[in-house]
């Protein structure tokens, strides 16, 4: 895609090199002119004394302009980027990909030390970790304003460069807190001193999973009888997901519990971090199933109400034909509603759906957004308050198993993609503000809720794009595949782009920021070990 900043270069750029033309020739005229006035006082037999004044008059304007050129040139090349060093002006191509860079590498950072701090907290409790859970919403709140400045700029506002510097300067300053806290969140969780307590918790944590796939299992079967593919696509893999992420954690588990019987404390936490954030991401993957069908139970729920009131709005709409308030294309709208209306009460819930009941709220939601533009209708009142809640259920599906996709799928999704997830969740957030201040009017409400949905419509295909181009990690001997997509293991070679490498040679990620969350660095032990993958034993 091309960058915002080529789509768009300012037209007064051109403009540059004609004022330096001009100042130059300025200068050459003023001492022509000098020159011309010295060479007339000679023939006139002029004394030196007369002409004092007017050389030292066209001596300062020359001095002036060279001096004004000069501060010009030194300004634009001490120019620097926040938090820069050297005095050198960035290309906007490098600022381009250098913004982008951290955008992926500072989401990466927050969405890891989450994790790890949840689960620390459940063992020391959240005062304990008060200062390190600031410090990850505080990194949080930078990396939501760096999103949106990059959506502003992929909107087309603002200027380029400005905005680049703010995404850059943001992304460090979140970066920076949370590396000046990992040495202090390692202190208080002491994994070293207490690793063979805290692998017991895993493993704990581990078979309760592993005891629910069943139960996933069943859920999908269900959804795969009752409804087509393209219905409950957004959760169709979890499953196998799910169990690439325990095979993952059962040889990480086994591993770490080898690695302290030989009394090895290092590559034993080593191994129990990687195993920790793969049960993680089995989690979300097991609770994204359940949370999917719940969404399309509640959507099934809403229907009847959503059509009645439809059809009433349409009835309303249709008394609107002719007049001088409407759009001319009311009567389409209303023909396009009624088709929207009786293709939905005619299509069966369950197999043989086209849309399923989450697309079918959506479709009804667009016919009665088009009769607002069409009839200049601003929607208020107890219908506006019931068409908010069932945008909100068709919003919160789609934000939510987006938002999954790209945290089990983060070691291959770049920043656009991530871009409109997070702008997807301001407007959801924004949209469901409705008890506290400042209250949206319903209107609004409702126009951030389908937007929030488009977003994270956006957000999905952009990451499937992203994980279809980076390819597999998988291959022979290699047992880590899905802990590298996931982003459970640092593929740094990759991202740095400075060699083959090995998947997972950068470790597991922990809390911290960039230039801490692969502290523990023991890559090797991740990497292939012959043509087969290590057996699957449970912990």
């Known amino acids: 895609m091309t960058p915002p900043h080529r789509r768009r270069r300012p037209r007064r750029a051109a403009a540059y090199p004609a004022v330096r033309r001009a100042s130059v020739l300025g200068g050459a005229v003023l001492v022509a002119v000098a020159l011309a006035v010295a060479a007339g006082a000679a023939r006139n037999r002029t004394s030196t004394g007369d002409l004092v004044l007017p050389l030292?008059?066209?001596?300062?304007?020359?001095?002036?302009?060279?001096?004004?050129?000069?501060?010009?040139?030194?300004?634009?090349?001490?120019?620097?980027?926040?938090?820069?060093?050297?005095?050198?002006?960035?290309?906007?191509?490098?600022?381009?990909?250098?913004?982008?860079?951290?955008?992926?590498?500072?989401?990466?950072?927050v969405r890891t030390s989450r994790e790890e701090l949840r689960s620390t907290a459940a063992q020391l409790g959240n005062e304990a970790v008060e200062v390190y859970a600031e410090a990850v919403e505080f990194a949080a709140s930078e990396l939501t304003a760096a999103f949106r400045a990059r959506q502003r700029l992929d909107d087309g506002e603002g200027e380029t460069r400005v905005l680049l510097e703010e995404i850059v300067a943001r992304c460090g300053a979140a970066g920076r807190r949370l590396d000046a806290e990992a040495p202090g969140f390692d202190q208080i969780r002491a994994l070293e001193r207490t690793a063979r307590?805290?692998?017991?918790?895993?493993?704990?944590?581990?078979?309760?999973?592993?005891?629910?796939?069943?139960?996933?299992?069943?859920?999908?079967?269900?959804?795969?009888?009752?409804?087509?593919?393209?219905?409950?696509?957004?959760?169709?893999?979890?499953?196998?997901?799910?169990?690439?992420?325990?095979?993952?954690?059962?040889?990480?588990?086994?591993?770490?519990?080898?690695?302290?019987?030989?009394?090895?404390?290092?590559?034993?936490?080593?191994?129990?971090?990687?195993?920790?954030?793969?049960?993680?991401?089995?989690?979300?993957?097991?609770?994204?199933?359940?949370?999917?069908?719940?969404?399309?139970?509640?959507?099934?729920?809403?229907?009847?109400?959503?059509?009645?009131?439809?059809?009433?709005?349409?009835?309303?709409?249709?008394?609107?034909?002719?007049?001088?308030?409407?759009?001319?294309?009311?009567?389409?709208?209303?023909?396009?509603?009624?088709?929207?209306?009786?293709?939905?009460?005619?299509?069966?819930?369950?197999?043989?759906a086209t849309y399923g009941p989450v697309g079918a709220l959506r479709r009804i939601e667009e016919v009665a957004a088009g009769l607002d533009r069409a009839l200049h209708r601003v929607p208020d009142?107890?219908?506006?308050?019931?068409?908010?809640?069932?945008?909100?259920?068709?919003?919160?599906?789609?934000?939510?198993?987006?938002s999954d996709y790209v945290t089990t799928h983060r070691g291959a999704v770049g920043h656009e993609a991530r871009t409109r997830l997070s702008e997807a969740e301001r407007r959801l957030r924004a949209a469901e503000n409705t008890d506290a201040p400042p209250t949206p009017v319903?209107?609004?409400?409702?126009?951030?809720?389908?937007?929030?949905?488009?977003?994270a419509r956006q957000a999905r295909q952009l990451a499937?794009?992203?994980?279809?181009?980076?390819?597999?990690?998988?291959?022979?001997?290699?047992?880590?595949?899905?802990?590298?997509?996931?982003g459970i293991l640092l593929d740094e070679h990759r991202r740095r782009?400075?060699?083959?490498?090995?998947?997972?040679?950068?470790?597991?990620?922990?809390?911290?920021?960039?230039?801490?969350?692969?502290?523990?660095?023991?890559?090797?032990?991740?990497?292939?070990?012959?043509?087969?993958?290590?057996?699957?034993?449970?912990?």
């Open 442 to 455: 319903p209107a609004d409400a409702l126009a951030d809720a389908r937007e929030a949905d488009t977003l």
């Open 197 to 352: 307590d805290a692998l017991e918790r895993a493993e704990a944590r581990f078979r309760e999973l592993a005891g629910r796939m069943a139960d996933t299992d069943g859920t999908l079967a269900a959804l795969r009888e009752r409804y087509p593919l393209t219905v409950y696509l957004p959760v169709a893999g979890h499953d196998e997901q799910a169990k690439d992420r325990l095979v993952f954690a059962t040889t990480a588990l086994n591993g770490s519990r080898q690695a302290l019987d030989r009394g090895e404390t290092g590559p034993a936490v080593v191994q129990l971090r990687a195993a920790e954030a793969a049960v993680d991401q089995a989690t979300i993957l097991v609770a994204g199933v359940a949370r999917f069908s719940s969404d399309l139970t509640a959507a099934t729920e809403q229907l009847p109400a959503a059509l009645t009131d439809t059809e009433s709005d349409l009835r309303e709409a249709h008394e609107h034909l002719g007049a001088e308030s409407a759009r001319g294309d009311l009567q389409g709208r209303i023909a396009h509603g009624a088709s929207v209306v009786a293709e939905v009460r005619e299509e069966p819930v369950g197999v043989g």
């Open 497 to 539: 782009g400075d060699g083959p490498g090995h998947p997972g040679d950068g470790g597991p990620a922990s809390y911290g920021g960039p230039g801490t969350r692969g502290r523990r660095d023991e890559g090797e032990l991740f990497r292939p070990t012959g043509p087969e993958s290590p057996p699957p034993e449970g912990p």
């Open 381 to 402: 009142g107890s219908r506006a308050l019931r068409r908010l809640q069932r945008v909100l259920v068709v919003a919160r599906s789609t934000v939510r198993t987006a």
């Open 464 to 486: 499937e794009r992203d994980v279809r181009a980076y390819g597999t990690p998988y291959g022979d001997g290699l047992w880590t595949g899905g802990a590298v997509l996931g």
């Open 56 to 109: 030292v008059a066209v001596l300062a304007a020359v001095a002036a302009t060279a001096y004004a050129s000069v501060r010009r040139r030194r300004r634009v090349a001490t120019r620097t980027t926040p938090g820069g060093g050297a005095p050198t002006v960035v290309s906007l191509d490098e600022l381009d990909r250098r913004a982008g860079r951290l955008l992926v590498e500072t989401d990466d950072c």
